[in-house]
């Protein structure tokens, strides 16, 4: 079984930044990440897609963080980062990181237990 944690999470004020991290809680070479995604989730809202990876690094953002959030990850690390710039008021929500892990021939999927990422004045 494989814990993913993240951190990075906090109070910003509009304009600002944030850098989200998220890691394995194991770092073994029995288990490689096919892919890794960035999801947030507001108040009243479903959960949805911000930023993707692939173990290719092919990636992938939802429209309105196009130019200010930059996802990027460690495979070596077991990780997957996500730099957050011009922080707005409508970036607040619960971030959640979730990966594809490949193991013994099986993908299974995971989520971290979310990061509070607070954007106010």
């Known amino acids: 079984q494989v814990q993913f944690v993240e951190s990075g999470g906090g109070l910003v004020q509009p304009g600002g930044s944030l850098r989200l991290s998220c890691a394995a809680s194991?770092?073994?070479?029995?288990?490689?990440?096919?892919?890794w995604g960035w999801y947030r989730q507001a108040p009243g809202k479903q959960r949805e897609l911000v930023a993707g990876?692939?173990?290719?690094?092919?990636?992938n953002y939802e429209d309105s963080v196009k130019g200010r959030f930059s996802i990027s990850s460690d495979n070596a690390k077991k990780a997957v980062y996500l730099q957050m710039n011009s922080l707005k008021s409508e970036d607040t929500a619960v971030y959640y990181c979730?990966?594809?892990?490949?193991?013994?021939?099986?993908?299974?999927?995971?989520w971290g237990q979310g990061t509070q990422v607070t954007v106010s004045s």
């Open positions: 990876i692939t173990s290719g690094s092919r990636t």
């Open positions: 979730n990966a594809d892990v490949i193991s013994e021939g099986y993908k299974t999927n995971y």
């Open positions: 194991r770092s073994t070479s029995t288990f490689t990440i096919a892919s």
